[in-house]
């Protein structure tokens, strides 16, 4: 046995070696820098307060790795979690750090610009706003809209109470009317506003009515 083990000794050596080589090479080839844009995601803000307010809405944060490896991330594989535990209401800034970017393995960060960000956090509130369809187009020739229907037609919206007290309604997502000659009747999301924590329900029933001209 110990014969095996040691014949050709120079020879398994140089085959250990040149493994470890092409190991190191596929690890480090094609080693380049990418920047990504990433929202930071908040969690653990007391109940009755939200952020009204953020500044830069996105963090931008150089990364280093595999050029494949890097061409393959998808949203949400970069992430900056934040917790906000203990907070209260008024203008406050957070430092940011290469340490508080979540990546997958073998990805590195070299930098996060700017170093921080700054909330504005403001009292809960709620409010119920009428939903308006977002109308886009125009009917067949010939044709007219002759109605739209809305159910619900009114949702309810929370977040910070500044904010609210500037919405007067809620838009849903674009509606195409473009060429039709019949009736649309289908289910549509509703906008969430920006800064607003979420609005419910999310979802309407809206019948746009499409009749000849007379």
Do not use: C
Not at 28 to 49: C, D, H, I, N, Y
Not at 149 to 164: H, I, M, S, Y
């Amino acid at each position: 046995m110990r014969e095996k083990i040691f014949s050709n000794i120079w020879l398994k050596g140089a085959a250990l070696l040149m493994a470890v080589f092409l190991w190191f090479f596929v690890q480090f080839r094609g080693q380049t820098e990418m920047t990504v844009e990433v929202e930071p995601e908040f969690s653990k803000l007391p109940a009755a307060l939200a952020v009204a307010e953020k500044r830069p809405n996105a963090i931008d944060v150089t990364l280093k790795g595999n050029e494949l490896v890097l061409k393959r991330l998808k949203p949400g594989d970069i992430r900056i979690p934040l917790q906000l535990k203990d907070m209260e209401t008024g203008r406050i800034f957070i430092p940011l750090a290469k340490s508080d970017v979540y990546t997958p393995p073998h990805i590195s960060v070299v930098s996060v610009s700017p170093s921080g960000i700054w909330l504005y956090i403001e009292h809960k509130a709620s409010v119920i706003l009428p939903v308006e369809p977002d109308i886009k187009g125009r009917p067949a020739p010939g044709f007219t809209v002759y109605e739209v229907q809305t159910t619900p037609d009114r949702a309810e919206a929370e977040g910070p109470k500044e904010t609210l007290s500037r919405l007067d309604s809620l838009k849903t997502e674009p509606i195409d009317i473009s060429g039709a000659s019949d009736s649309l009747d289908k289910d549509v999301d509703i906008k969430i506003p920006d800064d607003i924590d979420k609005v419910e329900p999310r979802q309407v029933g809206v019948k746009v009515v499409i009749r000849r001209k007379q």
